[in-house]
């Protein structure tokens, strides 16, 4: 009788432990960028998705996702919207701030156009400055490839120097890297010119309302393509054996 409560007591105790162990090590993460990675309505069978609206699935279920991308923000238009206050304000110490930017800073218009040696490397130093602040973890993520191929079927860099800038950061900052330029430029470049329309918004006519022409866009992503994204990104985090992060990868 002596035994059985004992073991009873023990499995109790252990249990508990178990229990609180695990309310101590929920994630928290934060995700800032543009269109390629921010979600998007699932209305009317709408195809597109962002990669971190997809990403959820590869984590346990002590992590939270917040993901504060939004389409067509650069690194100078998200914080200038007013959009950076509402996520920093909220970020907790210990959480993770995922940052990508790139595709917008590209344009020309003032709201987002910056130079990707000065203006938007100053940025990306502000943001990841700011996480740190709070005693929480920035990583950085190089923009995902364009579906851009040359007459020999090779894919073609449409990034420049924004890529390599934030590749530089890293070291530079002492904080975590994901190429997902490098990834994603692997992943398109082995589908090949035809079968990597399949990752992108190549919509026929008819199947959303919201594009009753139909679409061939080569930048951003669709459901299949988010999610093999996503899985890049996510295994490239857990190789990074990054802590209170990794661990909670599947």
Known sequence: MKTNFRIILTSATLLLIFLCWKNDHKLTIYSIGDSTMCNTTTIDNYPGRGWMQMIA??????????????????????????????????????????????????????????????????????????????????????????????????????????????????????????DLNKKTTEMVQEFGPEESKKLYMYVEPGVTSRLPQGRKDDTHLCIYGATKVAGLAARELKALNLPGLSEHIK
């Open 57 to 178: 699935p590869y984590f346990d279920e002590q992590t939270t996702i917040n993901n504060m991308a939004a389409s067509g923000r650069s690194s100078k238009s998200f914080r200038s919207e007013g959009r950076w206050a509402q996520v920093i304000a909220k970020v907790q110490p210990g959480d993770y701030v995922f940052i990508q930017f790139g595709h917008n800073d590209e344009k020309p218009d003032t709201l987002r156009h910056t130079d990707p040696e000065t203006t938007f490397r100053q940025n990306i130093i502000n943001y990841v400055n700011e996480v740190k602040a709070k005693g929480a973890h920035p990583v950085l993520f190089t923009s995902i490839t364009r579906r851009r191929f040359d007459k020999s079927g090779k894919l073609i860099d449409t990034h420049g120097k924004y890529v390599s800038v934030i590749r530089e950061l890293a070291p530079e900052l002492n904080i975590p890297l994901v």
